[in-house]
């Protein structure tokens, strides 16, 4: 059963830095199309944080651009997020969502970021 594990949320003050890692189980890398990170504030939909396909080609977000930074240990199965110069706007939820034969979620971390 694949199984999609968050970690490294919590809170900070606002231009301090956070690592997000997202570990997949029972997936073989080579069926491992794309990690991404997520994100939902309370009220607002969720949205696309950044993107990291198996070819290592990166998309970001609008507003995280400069700031956050993802990569992948394809042997480790694992997806970080390093996000530097946080606003408290960034307080959300973020969830990691893995693309192979279909999309698997994770249960998601909450980072809060104080002004």
């Known amino acids: 059963q694949v199984q999609v594990v968050e970690s490294g949320g919590g809170s900070v003050q606002a231009g301090g830095s956070l690592r997000l890692s997202c570990a997949a189980s029972?997936?073989?890398?080579?069926?491992?199309?794309?990690m991404a990170w997520y994100r939902q504030a309370p009220g607002k939909q969720r949205e696309l944080v950044a993107r990291i396909s198996s070819g290592d080609s990166t998309n970001y977000g609008d507003s995280v651009k400069g700031r956050f930074t993802i990569s992948r240990d394809n042997a480790k199965n694992t997806v970080y997020l390093q996000m530097n110069s946080l606003k408290p706007e960034d307080t959300a939820v973020y969830y990691c969502a893995v693309t192979s034969n279909q999309v698997y979620w994770g249960q998601g971390t909450q980072v809060t970021v104080s002004s």
């Open positions: 029972a997936l073989s890398f080579f069926r491992i199309a794309a």
